[in-house]
């Protein structure tokens, strides 16, 4: 099956700081997806992006589906964006979803 | 929006005990899965169903077993809890659309074995 890999593990910002986490995968995907997991572990999907790139406030996804990766743009972070994001992709049997172990993202304010 | 809701936030069972976690989905949505969280390891897969009475075994369903009467209910069945099954148990669902979707999740079902 798929493996996913993400990086960094671990992430601590100032409140006010960009990042980027990525995702790696091992195989070609129709599905591909970033969550935010809050600090009471509800689960929250923030991007459906198997290919190209989408935007939605302070945040930004682009995948690159030819070279198997993805990346999560985190622009002028804010306390509550701290928790776990996770990425999980799919391949053929596209309901199917493999997650990666997460980052975990601490700003501070 | 979609709303996925599981029976109880946190559970204690004893070893030994049969253990039932309920979800429900309010969008008819087709595909409905169950994963256990675990530090270090991400979510994995226990079972998922894509209709009635069908069901799909994933990365980990040793020690578990599934139930889908109902199109909105996926309940997922611990026969013989064991103290290695505490987790946090995810709920989720997602439309069959022709294509892969979006999964919305559940708040989540601390279980604890002692």
């Known amino acids: 099956g798929i493996q996913v890999e993400q990086s960094p593990p671990d992430l601590i910002l100032q409140e006010g700081a960009n990042s980027t986490l990525r995702c790696n995968f091992s195989?070609?995907?129709?599905?591909l997806q970033w969550f935010h997991q809050n600090p009471w572990g509800q689960l929250i999907n923030l991007f459906y992006?198997?290919?190209g790139t989408k935007q939605n406030g302070r945040l930004s996804a682009t995948t690159v589906a030819t070279e198997r990766y993805s990346l999560l743009y985190i622009s002028s972070s804010q306390t509550t964006d701290s928790g776990v994001y996770f990425c999980?992709?799919?391949?053929?049997?596209?309901?199917?979803?493999?997650f990666g172990g997460g980052t975990r993202l601490m700003v501070k304010p | 929006d979609v709303k996925v809701t599981q029976s109880s936030r946190y559970l204690v069972k004893r070893t030994g005990e049969k253990v039932f976690l309920e979800c429900v989905q309010d969008?008819?949505?087709?595909?409905m899965f169950w994963y256990r969280q675990d530090p270090g390891l991400g979510l994995r897969l226990i079972y998922f169903?894509?209709?009635?009475?069908?069901?799909e075994k994933g990365d980990i369903p040793e020690g578990y077993s599934v139930s889908r009467e109902k199109k909105e209910r996926f309940s997922l069945i611990l026969e013989s809890a064991s103290t290695n099954q505490t987790s946090m148990y995810l709920c989720?669902?997602?439309?069959?659309?022709?294509?892969?979707?979006?999964?919305?999740f559940g708040p989540g079902t601390r279980l604890t074995v002692l």
């Open positions: 195989d070609s995907v129709n599905n």
């Open positions: 992006i198997p290919s």
């Open positions: 169903s894509y209709d009635v009475k069908m069901k």
């Open positions: 999980a992709a799919g391949g053929n049997a596209g309901n199917m979803l493999t």
């Open positions: 989720a669902s997602m439309r069959l659309s022709g294509r892969a979707d979006t999964q919305y």
């Open positions: 969008m008819d949505h087709e595909n």
